[in-house]
Structure formats: C-alpha cells, structure tokens
C-alpha cells in the first residue's frame, strides 16, 4: 500500500468517524444533559442555567402517593409547590441541593423568596442554608442580613449546626475572632450547635469553648437544666420526691413550680389544684401557686388564671388574686374593670379596683392621669397622685403643669385610709420630686417655678435643701437674682442666704463678693454666718470669725452669733469648747454648748463626763435639767 | 484518464473511507448509548466520581450513593447506623431521606427502631422526625402512636413532623386527632395545623384554635405570618399587625422585625412614615431600636438629625438609640451632636450616655477632654474614666482618684471596687497604706472580696478602723456580708460589735434580715430581745418592718406567738399601715375580717 494513499484515505476515514462521534457525542451529550446526573456538569452550567440544575432521577408525580418506587425530581425549585408534603419535597429538595455549588444554591436562595406561600419559603430557605453552609460557612452567614430578625437567627443557627458538624474547631475560631460583635444569644446559639453537633468533646473541653465564648456561667445553667429535664419525665412522681427529700423545700420552689406546669400540661388543672392543696407549707403552696398562675396568664390568659385565683383564694393568698389583676390590667384595663365589676365579693371588687388604678399610675402615669374621670371618684385622689408622683421625675415640667390636680381631687379626711401613720402632704412630695428632676437640667428655671407658682408657696420653707443642691458655682448668682425679685416676705426672705451659703462651700471668694447682694434680715444674717464661720473652721481664726460679725447693724449681730455658734459646734466639737468663752453673748455660748452636746448624743459620742459637765454649765437652768438629756452609749 | 481515475478512485476511496469511519464512530456511540441505558449502574459510578470531584464538599456524593430502600430488595433494612460516616448534617439528612424514600410500614418501623440507638438526643430526634415525617404519609395514627413512645416533653419535634405532614394530607382527620391529645402535645399539634393552614382564612384559624381554647396561638401563627410577609411588603406588614385583634404593646417585637426590614429596604424616611401610626404606644423605643441602630451604623449624623426632628413621643427615645449606638464609635461626634439639643434635661441625660461609652473606648481621652460635657456631667464622666482605667491599671486609677478634687468621696467606688474584683488582696493592702483618715471611705470597695476571702481578716480589718463622726462600724458591713452565705457564722460574730449603738443596732437588724428571708422569724426576734433595751426599739421597728416586707401574712399568723402585747401591737401596727406610695396594701393580703381581727392587736397610744 502506497504510504501517501493510505495517508490519504485515513484522512476521510478519521473525518467521518470524528464528525459522526462529534455529531452522535453531542447527542449523548445532550440526552445526558436531559436525562443524566446534573452532579457531572454542575460546574460547568451556566449562570442562567442555574436554576435549572435537576435531580439525578428519573421524573415522576409524587402528587398521589409515595408508596411507588418511582423516584421523585423537580426541573426547578419552582415545581417545589407541587408536592403535596413536606417529606417529598424534603426529597426532591434534597437531591436538588446536593448537586448544585454555592452560586446555584446562593441563585435558589433569591428565587426561593418568590414562594407566596411563606411556610414553604421559609422551610426551603432552611434546606438551602443548610446546604449553603456545607459549601461555605462564612460565606452563608454573610447572606442571612438581608432577612428578618426571626428569620435571621433561625437561619444562623442552621448555618452554625452545619458547620458545627463537619468542623468544631473552624466555629470556635470563627467565634473567637468575632465576639465583640456577637450578641449574646448569638453566641448562645453557636455553643449550642457546638454541644449538640455530637462531636466526642469532653465535658472539660465543652467548658473551656464555653469560657472562650464568655458563656462559662451559661454553661453551668446547662447541667442544672438537663436535670429538670430529666425531671419532667414524670413530674408526679419528682414532685413527690423532692417534698420528700431532705433539701430546704423552699430552695426547690423553681422546680416543683416547673413539675406543676409539666402536670397541667400532662393531665391538667385539677390535677395540680389536688396535689397543691396538700402542701401543708403555707409559704410554699402560695408561692407555688403565684408562679404557676402568672405563667398560665401568659400562656392561657389572664381572665383564665384570675378566674382560678379566684377560685382558689383562702385566708392566706389574696395577694395571688391582686398579682394576676395587676398584670391582667397592664395587659387589657378595660376587660380587667369589666370582669372586677361582676365579681360578687364587694369588698375585693373594691380594693382591686383601687389596687388596679394605683398600679397604672405606676407604671403610666400619663395614662393614669387621663383616665382619671373613669376611676371610681373615691379613688382619683390618691390615683393622681400616684401618678403625678412617678411623672415627676420622668417629666418635671408636665408634672408641674398638672399639679394643681392634686387640689381639684384631694381627698377628705375621711377618705384617707385608716391606718395612715402619716397622711402625705402630696403637693410637697411631688413638688420636691419635680424641683429635684428639674433643677437637674435646668435649676434657674426650676428655681423660678418654685417662687411663682402659687401652688407650692407654702412649702418654701421646706425647700432649702433641693435648693443648695441646685446651686453651683455657675449658677449662684442668677439664682440669687432671682431670689431677689421676689416680693420681702416671710416666705421668701432668707432664699438669697440659703444659696449664698451653699456657693460658700464651693467657691468661697466668690460667695463673699456676693455678700452685698443680701436683703437685710435672715438672708444677710444667714449669709454672713456662713461666710463668717469659714474663717473658724478653715482659718482656724476664731475671732476673725466674730469680728466679721460686727459689719452687720446691731440688730442683726445677736442673731448672727446664734448661726456661727451652731457653725462652730457643727465643725468640731475639740475646737468649739477651747473657744467657747470667745463668743461674745451668753445666748450665743448656750447655743453653742447645746449644739455640742447634741452632735455627742446623735453622731459623734467624743466628750469626755467632765466635759459634757462643763458645756451642761452654759446652759440657761431649765434646760439644763430637763430638755437636754445626755444620752450614753448602750454600754456605759 | 488515467489522470483523472485515480483521481476518481481516490475520491470514491476517500468517500468509502469516510463512511467506513462514520460507521466505526457510530457504532463506539450506539455501544456507550446502549451501555448507558442497559448498565446505569456503570454510569452512575462515573458521573458520581465526577460528581465527587466537582461537589465542593466531597460529602454530599457519597450521600447520593448510600443504601436506600430503592437499591435493596423489598423487606430488606437498610442499616441506619450507615449514617454515622457522614459527618455533615446535611449530607447525612439527605441520604436518611433517599433510605426513606420508598421504604414500607416494616422498613419504616425497622429504622424507627435503630434509631433508638443513636446516642446523641439531638441527632437521634433529627432522625425520628425525618422517620415519621415519613410514617405519618404512611398511617399517621400508627406515627402517633410511635412518637408518644417518647417521654411527653421531648417529644414535640416529633409531634410537629408528624402534623405538618398529616394536616396536608388530611387536614379534617389531624384535626379531629389533635383533640385527643394531652395539652402539651395537643398545643405542638394545633400550632404546625394553624402554621400549615391550608387554604382557611385568618378568621377560620382563630375560630379553630379558639375551639381548642387556644386563641392566643392563632394570633401568635397569624403575627409570625405577617410578620414573615414583611419581606414582600412591609408596610402592609406593619398595617397588618397595627389593624389586628392583638394590642400593639403586645407586638413591639413584631413591629421591630418589619421596621428593621423596611428600613434596609426603603431607607431612613420609613422611621417619619411610621412616627403618626405608633403615636398610641407609650414606649415605642423598642420598636425603633434595631431600625436605628441599622441607621445609625450607616449615617450617624443624617439618623441624628432625623430623631431630632421626630416629635414629642419618639424624640427623645430615638435620640437615646441612635446617641448610645453612634457613641459606640465615634462618642466625641456623638457628644458634639448632643450638645446641639435644645431640651436641658434630654442633653443632659444623652450626655450621661457617652460618658459610659467613651469611657470604654478610651478613658484617658476622656479624662482630656472632659471639658467638652456639661459641668453637672463631668464627675460621672471622670468616674466611668477611672472605672474603664481600674480594669487594665488599678493602682494608675487609684492615683488619678487621689489626685481628683474630693477624689475618695466621689470615686472610691468606682476604683476600688473594680480593683478589689482583680485582686482584693492588693487593693486592701494599698488601702492599709493610706492614712487613717481615708481608710474608712476606701474599706468599704473593698471589704466585700476581702470577706469571700478571708471573713476573719475582714472582720478584724474593719474592727482596727475607729468609729468617727457618726459613721457606723465597718463590721456591721462586714458582718451583713458574711450573713449572705453563712448565718450562723454572722451570729458568732454579733459580740465582736464595737459598744456603738448604731453600729450594734444594725449588725443585728442586718442578720435578723437574712434569718426573716430564711423563714426563722422567731430566731431574728430572740437575736433583738438580747441588745440592750434602749437599742430593741430601733431593732424592732427595722425587724417588723422586715418581716412584714418578706412575709405579711406569716407575720399576721404569728401576732399571737409574739412575746408581749407591745410586740404583739407594733407588730399588728406594722401590718395595717403598710403602703406603697399612696397604696395601703393590707387589704391586699387580707379580708375585712381579717383586718378587723388584727386591730384587736392594737394597743391605745397612750399605753
């Protein structure tokens, strides 16, 4: 055979075989594509192909029943709303997943939020984050943010628990170099999917995972809760066990309240109700008891849980009654007044209305405040006072707008309960409050309230110590401006001094310039005394101290001397004796020993028998004997 | 010619040839097409090993090629233990469905039975779910009936798979089923039926849980369904859960989830959109929360801006969100922004905010530039400074603390405490070192840790530091401590109490608190009537007022064991005049009656 014919003809030979294996290749190829496994070319689809990754079997309608053999496919995660359960399509889905690499999935992912049917979107969005987290963890974590809270967290936890089961330590690390932006139950859920992944970890490498996660408290709580788990198996017979044991019953009131609900949930209320009327322990019924119905008002509802307490109100737990109203109430005021309205015991219905009304001005007291018409009128006093009493502080200025309520519901005398120690003056309980919470941010317009507004002119007096702590250096003297705005009377004479003595403790050289500011009378006296006795007690300079008296006029210097006495004794008592001749009145040496004795008696017990003796000697005859009593300690 | 036939003969050569290579290459084909469809089994093998290259796990493929019920003759168990080789879940969830997928009530039963022997709960759960999920398509009443083998309170996964496959089955059936149920089971039951819903309207899942006495779960099922549809269609999410039955203080939660959602959809703007619409909630601050926080992590400022312009009832709560969220990374611009608020009491309070923040991302700066915060801000912020120092370089902050006006008295607390959590032992050793004088303030940081240690040294510690100035000894303190975790020892101590009245008073009121929590009222009644006359009033009046705080009614049922009438009165005085506020709560705890029996108590004033 001639080599450049065989050449030749191998040439056309090779052709044909190569285009008929190119053509019928091709074919295969495409019957593969059809029929075949999607495993073998998955890489190599393209982008809009994606979607169209199909499962390895052959297809067949799983909408009758699954009992053939025929094996089940979809052509696209769309054909998912088909199946009419969710094991086939937990299948299907299955398989579908199984093949595909991250980009397929992560495609599926944003054509899966196209389902209307939001239970299957969010169980086929468990299927592929799971599968996602197969592939890449880390990656898969970065696609949760798009979702939901809900959605997020439960989709974090799939990821984790995937990951967890192929790779524990690649989770630790992950956390590790995360936890400063981990929220808690985010770190919670990983150490979770760590202990539950059913990796061999000792308890000892569990714990230290937990310590690394900050969670080593968390991790304690754990074997504590697998023990009531355990316990629950069979509450009856733990509850009999541990009113049997020899543990303090009232350290295991958590778990018997746990085995009460297990009972109920078990065989129900009156099964509990049998066995908790047999605790003997008062203490431990109620307490029992008070747990278990709250919780059941969550659960069930408060009418329910009311409905029993009701029901099961003894001599001993009628406070039981009044916690599930209260929290019936916060929850839905007006069902609670409709239901407390047709209970037939008056006189709980009664007190659980005013109870219920008092505790919306707790904790709303606008609302409170603008309900107040609908309350029982024998109640709206002490309601708006209440609730003016929390506001205070939450809102000073609101507060101060609706003060005046606080006369317009004054109750009678008679309406105060009868075993009032002391009925509140309620205008200067509140008043204090708000002058406090105001004065914080803005003390000038505080102090300004305070000597204007009518409401609260009676109580000035009362106020000298919100008011000292409302000064600073930087603000004494417009306070003092103000102060001096006021008309010269009784009530407001001796504000300028009040504030003039206070900037003295703080910034000294800037209270005495202030001096001149005083009115005459109390306010110049008080603000001379103060500035005075800082000579004695900083100075240590007693008769600077009463020499600068002697700038006052005559008429204010007796009084003068009375301040800086109680001035001296309140700074020490060592120093006060040695220079007690000093002071220049008998009145003013009285004032000074009395004081003395009296800081003995209630705080300082410094003084000698000889010395008390002596100091006793200053004192006017009858005071001596009677009014001032030196009171030993317990021992002498 | 001759030219031209073996031209020819080459072209019909070439042509022969060409068909004869077709033919060779057609029959390669038919042979791999037939062997594909004649022997899968082959093909099979080779896409799976291209399959195992190409997955990027390695894992699911084998999966894909485990035993199934398909590959096996019928009755033949596959061996679920095989499972065990997967360590991905869910490659491992995948091959136990393809073993489930055709399998039969035996098969079903068999590997019900093997997966008993799991050992870990979670995995043996998983895979009874995935078991009966399948029995239930099978005969749900039989799947029932498998899963209550299960003790009552683990078992609701398994209840839940069953149901979630029933309900669509035979949505009438599982009804009728799930009110045979005990409660527990009975609730897992109606939430998968009401979640599945199958075509009922809103009203018709109320109506049916109400009739299981179970409204409150419809009305979660509906409030997670809206919600859920938030990522579709916020706002008719948001008004969904604003118009339902439920009261919208109930849903803050659910309103967060869509705010959030809506906002990284559509922007800021949503937070004024919604602003009118939860003007009726009273603390919508947890509505607002993540949304701006979302906000705030992306555009402090502009999120700023737009709380400030909010109006009264979101104002200042917004501020306070985007104001701690913002301090998180930036306090000072954060501090700057503040600072622009016009309401006094507000700016003061978002000022109190960023000393804690900035505090802890750099507390010396702080302490630089503690000027720029309002004066009444400055001490808490110098004492969250010190605090932050305290953790890193306790005896630096000590010193700073020292060299601060009035530096003991303001931040003791913040310095030695923290110090005293490190290492007591050194904190109370540089105590000791300091003047007298200052040991008192500074003890009191420190003696708590010192008891945990070392309650003898605690003891005699805070016996060596005089009484001044009408303060109370440090033992009382010392003594309370201990009292917290071992009574008795407490009461061992009680004589060591300096002859303070005070001091001594409270050291046993302090005890007698700890012995009335412990239900041992009469013990805390006999450690009072020891003192010395003059202190059991002070003692008393503190004990009743204990005991009635901890257990009124224990008390009323004791009024008769009391000792003396006076006791008896005091006691009984105690119980009617118990307030909260302007709240008298004895008829809280009892009856008219009872009230009426406990006046008989009383004493005249005059007595």
């Given at each position: 055979m001639?080599?450049?014919?065989?050449?030749?003809?191998?040439?056309?030979?090779?052709?044909?075989?190569?285009?008929?294996?190119f053509?019928?290749?091709?074919?295969?190829?495409?019957?593969?594509?059809?029929?075949?496994?999607?495993?073998?070319?998955?890489?190599t689809?393209s982008s809009?192909?994606?979607?169209?990754?199909q499962?390895q079997?052959?297809s067949?309608?799983?909408?009758?029943?699954?009992?053939?053999?025929?094996?089940?496919t979809i052509?696209?995660?769309?054909?998912?709303?088909q199946?009419?359960?969710?094991?086939?399509r937990?299948?299907v889905?299955?398989?579908?997943?199984?093949?595909?690499?991250?980009?397929?999935?992560?495609?599926?992912?944003?054509?899966?939020?196209?389902?209307?049917?939001?239970?299957?979107?969010?169980?086929?969005?468990v299927?592929?984050?799971?599968?996602?987290?197969s592939?890449?963890?880390?990656?898969?974590?970065?696609?949760?943010?798009?979702?939901?809270?809900?959605?997020?967290?439960?989709?974090?936890?799939?990821?984790?628990?995937?990951?967890?089961?192929?790779?524990?330590?690649?989770?630790?690390?992950?956390t590790?170099q995360?936890?400063?932006?981990?929220?808690?139950?985010?770190?919670?859920?990983?150490?979770?999917?760590?202990?539950?992944?059913?990796?061999?970890?000792?308890?000892?490498?569990?714990?230290?995972?937990a310590r690394?996660?900050d969670?080593?408290?968390?991790?304690?709580?754990?074997?504590?809760?697998?023990r009531?788990?355990?316990?629950?198996?069979?509450?009856?017979?733990h509850?009999?066990?541990?009113?049997?044991?020899s543990l303090n019953?009232?350290?295991?009131?958590?778990?018997l309240?746990?085995?009460a609900?297990?009972?109920?949930?078990?065989?129900g209320?009156?099964?509990?109700?049998?066995?908790?009327?047999?605790?003997?322990?008062?203490?431990l019924?109620?307490?029992?008891?008070t747990?278990?119905?709250?919780?059941?008002?969550?659960?069930?509802?408060?009418?329910?849980?009311?409905?029993?307490?009701?029901?099961?109100?003894?001599?001993?737990n009628?406070?039981?009654?009044?916690?599930?109203a209260?929290?019936?109430?916060?929850?839905?005021?007006?069902?609670?007044?409709?239901a407390?309205?047709?209970?037939?015991?008056e006189?709980?219905?009664?007190d659980?209305?005013?109870?219920?009304?008092?505790?919306l001005?707790?904790?709303?007291?606008?609302?409170?405040?603008?309900?107040?018409k609908?309350?029982?009128?024998?109640?709206?006093?002490?309601?708006?006072?209440?609730?003016?009493?929390n506001?205070?502080?939450?809102?000073?200025?609101?507060?101060?707008?609706?003060?005046?309520?606080?006369?317009q519901?004054?109750?009678?005398?008679?309406?105060?309960?009868?075993?009032?120690?002391?009925?509140?003056d309620?205008?200067?309980n509140?008043?204090?409050?708000?002058?406090?919470?105001?004065?914080?941010f803005?003390?000038l317009?505080?102090?300004?309230?305070?000597?204007t507004?009518?409401?609260?002119a009676?109580?000035?007096?009362?106020?000298?110590?919100?008011?000292?702590e409302a000064?600073?250096?930087?603000?004494?003297?417009?306070?003092?401006?103000?102060?001096?705005?006021?008309?010269?009377?009784?009530?407001?004479?001796?504000?300028?001094?009040v504030?003039?003595?206070?900037?003295?403790?703080?910034?000294?050289?800037?209270?005495?310039?202030?001096?001149?500011?005083?009115?005459?009378?109390?306010?110049?006296?008080?603000?001379?005394?103060?500035?005075?006795?800082?000579?004695?007690?900083?100075?240590?300079?007693?008769?600077?101290?009463?020499?600068?008296?002697?700038?006052?006029?005559?008429?204010?210097?007796?009084?003068?001397?009375?301040?800086?006495?109680?001035?001296?004794?309140?700074?020490?008592?060592?120093?006060?004796?040695a220079?007690?001749?000093?002071?220049?009145?008998?009145?003013?040496?009285a004032?000074?020993?009395s004081?003395?004795?009296?800081?003995?008696?209630?705080?300082?017990?410094?003084?000698?028998?000889?010395?008390?003796?002596?100091?006793?000697?200053y004192?006017?005859?009858?005071?001596?004997?009677?009014?001032?009593?030196?009171?030993?300690?317990?021992?002498? | 010619?001759?030219e031209?036939?073996?031209?020819?003969?080459?072209?019909?050569?070439?042509?022969?040839?060409?068909?004869?290579g077709?033919?060779v290459?057609?029959?390669?084909?038919?042979?791999?097409?037939?062997a594909?469809?004649?022997?899968?089994?082959?093909?099979?093998?080779?896409?799976?090993?291209?399959?195992?290259?190409?997955?990027?796990?390695?894992?699911?493929?084998?999966a894909?090629?485990?035993?199934?019920?398909?590959?096996?003759?019928?009755?033949?168990?596959?061996?679920?233990?095989?499972?065990?080789?997967?360590?991905?879940?869910?490659?491992?969830?995948?091959?136990?469905?393809?073993?489930?997928?055709?399998s039969n009530?035996?098969?079903?039963?068999?590997?019900?039975?093997?997966?008993?022997?799991?050992?870990?709960?979670?995995?043996?759960?998983?895979?009874?779910?995935?078991?009966?999920?399948?029995f239930?398509?099978?005969?749900?009443?039989?799947?029932i009936?498998?899963?209550?083998?299960?003790?009552?309170?683990?078992?609701?996964?398994?209840?839940?798979?069953?149901?979630?496959?029933?309900?669509?089955?035979?949505?009438?059936a599982?009804?009728?089923?799930?009110?045979?149920?005990?409660?527990?089971?009975?609730?897992?039951?109606?939430?998968?039926?009401?979640?599945?819903?199958v075509?009922?309207?809103?009203?018709?899942?109320?109506?049916?849980?109400?009739?299981?006495?179970?409204?409150?779960?419809?009305?979660?099922?509906?409030?997670?369904?809206?919600?859920?549809?938030?990522?579709?269609?916020?706002?008719?999410?948001?008004n969904?859960?604003?118009n339902?039955s439920r009261?919208?203080?109930e849903?803050?939660?659910?309103?967060?989830?869509?705010?959030?959602?809506?906002?990284m959809?559509?922007?800021?703007?949503?937070?004024?959109?919604?602003?009118e619409?939860?003007?009726?909630?009273?603390h919508?601050?947890?509505?607002?929360?993540?949304?701006?926080?979302?906000?705030?992590?992306?555009?402090?400022?502009?999120?700023?801006?737009?709380a400030?312009?909010?109006?009264?009832?979101?104002?200042?709560?917004?501020?306070?969100?985007?104001?701690l969220?913002?301090?998180?990374?930036d306090p000072?611009?954060?501090?700057?922004?503040?600072?622009?608020?016009?309401?006094g009491?507000?700016?003061?309070?978002?000022?109190?905010?960023?000393t804690g923040?900035?505090a802890?991302?750099?507390?010396?700066?702080?302490?630089?530039?503690?000027?720029?915060?309002?004066?009444n801000?400055?001490?808490?912020?110098?004492?969250?400074?010190l605090?932050?120092?305290?953790?890193?370089?306790?005896?630096?902050?000590?010193?700073?603390?020292?060299?601060?006006p009035?530096?003991?008295?303001?931040?003791?607390w913040?310095?030695?405490?923290?110090?005293?959590?490190q290492?007591?032992?050194?904190?109370?050793?540089?105590i000791?070192?300091?003047?007298?004088?200052?040991?008192?303030?500074?003890?009191?940081?420190v003696?708590?840790?010192?008891?945990?240690?070392?309650?003898?040294?605690?003891?005699?510690?805070?016996?060596?530091?005089?009484?001044?100035?009408?303060?109370?000894?440090?033992?009382?303190?010392?003594?309370?401590?201990?009292?917290?975790?071992d009574v008795?020892?407490?009461?061992?101590m009680?004589p060591?109490?300096?002859?303070?009245?005070?001091?001594k008073?409270?050291?046993?009121?302090?005890?007698?608190?700890?012995?009335v929590?412990r239900?041992?009222?009469?013990?805390?009644?006999?450690?009072?009537?020891?003192?010395?006359?003059p202190?059991?009033?002070?003692?008393?009046l503190?004990?009743?007022?204990?005991?009635?705080?901890?257990?009124?009614?224990?008390?009323?049922?004791?009024?008769?064991?009391?000792?003396?009438?006076?006791?008896?009165?005091?006691?009984?005085?105690?119980?009617l005049?118990?307030?909260?506020?302007?709240?008298?709560?004895?008829?809280?705890?009892?009856?008219?009656?009872q009230?009426?029996?406990i006046e008989l108590?009383?004493?005249d004033?005059?007595?």
């Amino acid at each position: 055979m001639n080599i450049a014919n065989t050449k030749v003809l191998n040439v056309p030979f090779i052709a044909g075989a190569a285009l008929i294996t190119f053509l019928g290749g091709a074919g295969l190829i495409v019957l593969l594509l059809f029929t075949g496994n999607k495993e073998s070319n998955s890489e190599t689809l393209s982008s809009q192909n994606q979607s169209a990754v199909q499962s390895q079997v052959s297809s067949i309608d799983d909408s009758k029943h699954d009992d053939d053999r025929s094996e089940l496919t979809i052509d696209s995660i769309d054909d998912l709303s088909q199946f009419p359960s969710y094991f086939s399509r937990s299948v299907v889905l299955g398989k579908f997943l199984s093949g595909a690499n991250f980009q397929q999935v992560l495609s599926l992912l944003h054509e899966s939020k196209q389902f209307s049917d939001i239970a299957l979107r969010q169980s086929t969005q468990v299927e592929i984050f799971r599968r996602l987290a197969s592939l890449d963890p880390e990656l898969a974590l970065s696609h949760t943010h798009e979702f939901l809270r809900t959605q997020r967290k439960l989709y974090q936890s799939v990821i984790f628990q995937e990951w967890s089961s192929t790779d524990v330590n690649s989770v630790v690390m992950y956390t590790e170099q995360n936890l400063q932006d981990l929220e808690w139950d985010t770190r919670m859920m990983i150490l979770h999917s760590i202990l539950d992944s059913g990796s061999a970890l000792s308890e000892e490498v569990k714990r230290d995972i937990a310590r690394r996660f900050d969670l080593e408290t968390y991790f304690d709580s754990l074997g504590a809760r697998a023990r009531r788990l355990a316990m629950l198996e069979n509450p009856k017979e733990h509850w009999s066990l541990l009113l049997g044991d020899s543990l303090n019953d009232h350290e295991q009131i958590e778990d018997l309240v746990m085995l009460a609900h297990a009972m109920i949930e078990n065989n129900g209320f009156d099964d509990f109700r049998t066995l908790h009327q047999k605790l003997a322990d008062r203490h431990l019924r109620n307490e029992v008891l008070t747990e278990v119905l709250l919780a059941r008002g969550r659960t069930v509802g408060y009418e329910s849980a009311f409905n029993d307490a009701v029901l099961l109100l003894d001599d001993t737990n009628r406070s039981i009654v009044f916690d599930v109203a209260d929290r019936w109430f916060n929850q839905d005021a007006e069902a609670t007044f409709e239901a407390l309205s047709h209970l037939e015991d008056e006189g709980l219905r009664d007190d659980l209305f005013e109870t219920t009304a008092l505790y919306l001005a707790d904790w709303k007291p606008r609302r409170a405040i603008e309900l107040l018409k609908s309350f029982p009128e024998s109640i709206r006093g002490v309601v708006v006072y209440s609730a003016l009493f929390n506001l205070s502080t939450e809102d000073p200025i609101e507060t101060a707008k609706n003060l005046s309520k606080i006369t317009q519901y004054q109750e009678s005398q008679e309406e105060v309960p009868k075993y009032a120690r002391d009925a509140p003056d309620r205008i200067h309980n509140v008043a204090h409050n708000l002058f406090r919470a105001w004065a914080e941010f803005d003390a000038l317009a505080a102090f300004e309230w305070l000597l204007t507004d009518p409401i609260v002119a009676h109580i000035h007096d009362e106020m000298h110590f919100e008011i000292e702590e409302a000064v600073t250096a930087d603000n004494a003297e417009a306070l003092i401006e103000i102060a001096l705005k006021q008309p010269d009377d009784a009530s407001n004479e001796d504000f300028e001094g009040v504030i003039l003595s206070k900037l003295a403790s703080i910034d000294f050289d800037k209270a005495k310039d202030l001096l001149p500011k005083m009115r005459e009378g109390p306010a110049r006296v008080l603000g001379y005394a103060t500035i005075g006795a800082v000579f004695f007690s900083r100075d240590n300079d007693p008769e600077k101290s009463i020499e600068f008296g002697k700038q006052l006029p005559l008429s204010e210097q007796a009084e003068y001397y009375l301040q800086l006495a109680g001035h001296w004794a309140a700074h020490d008592s060592a120093e006060t004796l040695a220079n007690l001749d000093l002071l220049p009145s008998a009145e003013a040496q009285a004032r000074a020993a009395s004081a003395l004795i009296g800081w003995h008696n209630n705080w300082r017990q410094d003084l000698s028998e000889e010395q008390l003796e002596h100091l006793k000697s200053y004192l006017p005859e009858e005071a001596e004997g009677s009014n001032v009593k030196v009171i030993r300690s317990s021992t002498d | 010619m001759n030219e031209t036939t073996p031209k020819t003969n080459r072209h019909g050569g070439v042509t022969s040839s060409f068909f004869q290579g077709a033919l060779v290459g057609a029959v390669v084909l038919g042979t791999i097409a037939l062997a594909y469809i004649f022997l899968p089994g082959l093909f099979n093998n080779a896409t799976d090993d291209t399959s195992t290259i190409n997955t990027e796990d390695g894992l699911v493929s084998n999966a894909l090629n485990s035993t199934s019920y398909s590959d096996t003759s019928p009755g033949s168990a596959a061996d679920i233990t095989s499972l065990r080789e997967f360590k991905s879940d869910f490659a491992r969830s995948v091959a136990l469905l393809k073993m489930l997928e055709h399998s039969n009530e035996s098969q079903v039963l068999e590997l019900l039975e093997q997966s008993k022997s799991i050992a870990s709960p979670d995995r043996r759960l998983s895979t009874q779910s995935y078991i009966l999920r399948r029995f239930a398509i099978i005969d749900p009443v039989k799947a029932i009936t498998q899963a209550t083998e299960v003790v009552w309170n683990r078992r609701a996964p398994l209840v839940n798979a069953i149901f979630s496959e029933w309900v669509q089955l035979d949505f009438e059936a599982a009804v009728e089923h799930a009110r045979g149920l005990i409660d527990s089971d009975q609730r897992v039951a109606l939430e998968a039926i009401l979640k599945l819903r199958v075509d009922r309207s809103d009203q018709q899942i109320v109506e049916l849980a109400r009739e299981f006495g179970h409204e409150s779960l419809a009305l979660d099922v509906l409030e997670q369904a809206h919600v859920a549809s938030a990522m579709d269609d916020p706002e008719a999410a948001w008004n969904a859960i604003l118009n339902d039955s439920r009261t919208d203080v109930e849903q803050n939660e659910a309103l967060r989830d869509i705010l959030e959602v809506w906002v990284m959809q559509y922007g800021a703007d949503v937070v004024s959109q919604i602003e009118e619409s939860i003007s009726h909630i009273d603390h919508p601050g947890g509505i607002l929360y993540s949304a701006l926080n979302f906000l705030t992590e992306n555009a402090p400022q502009d999120t700023f801006e737009l709380a400030r312009n909010l109006g009264d009832h979101m104002r200042a709560i917004a501020l306070e969100d985007v104001t701690l969220k913002w301090g998180d990374f930036d306090p000072r611009a954060a501090l700057h922004a503040v600072s622009t608020v016009d309401d006094g009491a507000l700016r003061n309070h978002l000022s109190n905010y960023l000393t804690g923040s900035w505090a802890a991302l750099n507390p010396r700066e702080l302490l630089e530039n503690l000027t720029e915060f309002p004066e009444n801000v400055r001490r808490r912020a110098r004492g969250s400074a010190l605090s932050s120092i305290a953790r890193e370089s306790p005896q630096e902050a000590a010193q700073l603390m020292l060299e601060m006006p009035n530096g003991i008295n303001d931040y003791s607390w913040s310095v030695i405490g923290i110090w005293s959590r490190q290492d007591a032992v050194g904190a109370l050793g540089w105590i000791l070192s300091r003047p007298q004088e200052e040991q008192q303030k500074l003890l009191r940081g420190v003696l708590y840790d010192v008891v945990q240690e070392d309650p003898q040294r605690a003891l005699e510690t805070a016996l060596s530091v005089p009484i001044t100035g009408g303060s109370r000894g440090l033992e009382q303190m010392v003594i309370n401590i201990v009292a917290q975790s071992d009574v008795d020892q407490a009461i061992a101590m009680l004589p060591s109490v300096r002859d303070d009245a005070n001091t001594k008073t409270f050291s046993y009121v302090d005890v007698s608190r700890v012995l009335v929590e412990r239900n041992e009222p009469f013990r805390a009644l006999n450690l009072g009537l020891e003192l010395p006359e003059p202190l059991q009033l002070n003692f008393f009046l503190n004990f009743f007022s204990q005991w009635r705080y901890s257990d009124i009614v224990g008390m009323y049922e004791s009024l008769e064991k009391l000792p003396s009438a006076k006791l008896k009165s005091d006691a009984a005085k105690e119980i009617l005049s118990y307030r909260v506020l302007s709240d008298y709560r004895p008829h809280r705890y009892f009856s008219d009656e009872q009230l009426q029996e406990i006046e008989l108590y009383l004493l005249d004033d005059t007595d």
